[in-house]
């Protein structure tokens, strides 16, 4: 933030307190010594730093407060408790702050409430309670390390339409879904979805793959319940989609599509309208299925091949390993005789042997079949794919192999789409790496999010390998006397088949200050960073635990969402944005 990095260290003299550097030895020192003397403010990685960019947010303990929320503007007269939300001694423990519309929102605990989501502009005024869900001192926020996941994650943090879904728990029932444009009075339940207070049910909203006019997401309530659900973020349209009976232990996992090289903003499915999850029904197992999102009935939700014949799980994609490529959905799965090894489909069974849903290679034979566990780290070279196993010749290391070939990703590969304003217009620019049969662009103007009209329309490449830019603009709308403008892309092919982009937004008055936000945190593939107030040059750094940088870029007057193909391990990292001498950082999980 402000061109300093913000952390915590222990000396001797002061214990554990914030600090700051630039970079150089004159530039780090102490920010301020909170707890006076030789006590610490908080203990090793519990200080939750984030920065809004004009600000740094981060919980600290002193003596009379407890652990509480605390606001820094980088000097030590601006290091002020910037509210006591749990009055007195008692702590709040703010923490797990997501930037959203401007604001923050993260979990505390009072008194009067329980555990719930607050809000905060960066003022004490400002710092209130999204909404008692809860009511009374009950809590509603649930963390749960998820099965696969080896950190305590958000079960269901959601973007769709300019909103954000989440998990909660009423005291009633833990399986609702709730949803928030960031104001207490657009806070409002959607459905309750599982009516149960224990076992916690999974509801996994951070799995979720948004169509044109709806979402689908996983639900469990890790007994006899395995089903895929869809919402367009209404009562009456969060409905089940597709149930698995009889029911195995476990939940539905949703493939979501997204390309390795160049990016997408948007979840580009397969096929034009497809995507590959695995489910497992008492039959057959856990095994791959296909859904083009119409609804649940067989013709258009259904399995593909029982891999492991039988009652058996082939578990593909285990755990979470897969690639799409125009033609195929490259996954490890077992087959019961030749272990966990690499296999291809192209949404149909074929014959089993080369063609639908095969086995590419038997590729740990050595000395007897066992598992190759390809792990697909997956990513197309030159028409090829590499990716991670084992031949069974080295009990402790792994190979690198690749399937010859001319694959190439997703067919439309959105890398960026932006808007500026432009004297009196909004000037929006989008650009793809590749095109397949891709017939035009009708742009999409709102000014609130939900209701879009079309303004014009782009025609496309058509089939491309190619970079292609595009412009549209959208004339005279600064005199609208609108405060902000939303827009998006319906995108069509030559087969008649459509995709939505997702929605970038154009403040035209108020507010100027820029910001950078996360589509989503975890991360599961590249860095969806979004884009506000941006005037001039921004150059954005993810940047790993140690400082070390693993990915720049820079751009020029971009607004909207931008797709970072950093190839990271999983772990924690920081984004940085930088523009006009002013730095914001974001901490993530991928």
Do not use: C
């Not at 005024?125 to 909404?131: E, N, R």
């Amino acid at each position: 933030m402000g061109g300093f990095l913000y952390f915590t260290a222990v000396r001797a003299a002061e214990g554990r307190e914030l600090w700051r550097t630039d970079g150089t030895p004159g530039g780090t020192t102490l920010v301020k010594d909170i707890v006076p003397g030789t006590g610490d403010s908080n203990y090793p990685e519990k200080y939750e730093l984030t920065s809004s960019g004009s600000y740094l947010l981060f919980m600290a303990r002193t003596p009379a407060s407890g652990v509480e929320l605390w606001r820094s503007d980088g000097t030590g007269p601006g290091t002020v408790l910037l509210k006591d939300i749990n009055a007195g001694v008692d702590s709040s423990n703010a923490r797990t702050f997501l930037l959203f519309n401007n604001i923050v929102l993260f979990q505390a605990t009072d008194a009067t409430h329980g555990d719930e989501l607050w809000r905060t502009d960066g003022t004490p005024g400002g710092t209130t309670l999204l909404k008692d869900i809860n009511v009374g001192t009950g809590s509603s926020t649930q963390i749960e390390i998820l099965p696969g996941f080896n950190v305590a994650v958000f079960q269901g943090f959601h973007i769709f339409n300019n909103h954000l879904y989440f998990v909660a728990y009423d005291g009633t029932s833990a399986g609702q879904v709730w949803g928030t444009d960031g104001t207490t009075a657009n806070t409002f339940l959607v459905k309750d979805i599982v009516p149960t207070a224990n076992p916690f049910p999974i509801i996994l909203l951070s799995d979720a793959i948004n169509l044109p006019n709806k979402f689908i997401f996983p639900v469990s309530d890790q007994d006899t319940r395995s089903e895929l659900w869809e919402s367009n973020g209404t009562p009456g349209g969060t409905v089940l989609f597709k149930e698995f009976l009889p029911a195995t232990p476990g939940f539905p996992v949703i493939f979501l599509p997204f390309v390795f090289t160049g990016g997408s903003f948007s979840q580009p499915l397969f096929q034009g309208d497809k995507f590959f999850f695995s489910a497992g029904t008492a039959p057959e197992g856990n095994e791959l299925w296909i859904s083009d999102g119409v609804d649940g009935t067989a013709a258009h939700t259904h399995i593909v091949r029982d891999i492991n014949p039988g009652t058996d799980a082939s578990d593909p994609g285990t755990p979470g390993s897969y690639l799409y490529t125009t033609t195929d959905l490259f996954f490890p799965a077992n087959n019961g005789t030749n272990g966990v090894e690499l296999w291809r489909s192209n949404g149909t069974a074929g014959n089993g042997t080369t063609t639908g849903t095969f086995m590419v290679k038997d590729i740990n034979i050595n000395p007897v079949p066992d598992n190759a566990d390809p792990f697909l780290d997956f990513f197309i070279v030159n028409g090829h794919i590499l990716f991670e196993a084992t031949d069974g010749d080295d009990a402790t290391e792994t190979d690198l192999f690749a399937v010859d070939g001319s694959f190439t990703p997703l067919p439309l590969k959105l890398t960026d789409f932006t808007v500026i304003p432009k004297n009196k217009d909004a000037l929006l620019q989008w650009s793809t790496a590749q095109e397949q049969n891709s017939k035009n662009f009708t742009i999409q103007r709102s000014y609130n999010a939900q209701h879009f009209e079309n303004i014009g329309i782009v025609p496309a490449a058509g089939n491309s390998s190619n970079r292609h830019a595009y412009s549209f603009t959208d004339a005279g709308i600064v005199n609208s006397g609108k405060s902000i403008v939303y827009y998006r892309l319906l995108i069509s092919d030559n087969d008649g088949k459509l995709a939505n982009s997702t929605v970038i937004s154009l403040k035209l008055r108020g507010n100027s200050h820029w910001n950078v936000n996360l589509l989503s945190n975890p991360v599961r593939d590249n860095v969806n960073v979004i884009l506000s107030g941006i005037t001039g040059a921004v150059r954005l750094s993810i940047h790993d635990m140690n400082g070390k940088t693993i990915y720049t870029k820079s751009l020029q007057n971009v607004n909207g969402q931008i797709s970072l193909p950093a190839i990271l391990q999983k772990g924690v990292y920081i984004l940085e944005a930088e523009t006009n001498n002013e730095r914001k950082s974001l901490k993530f999980v991928k």
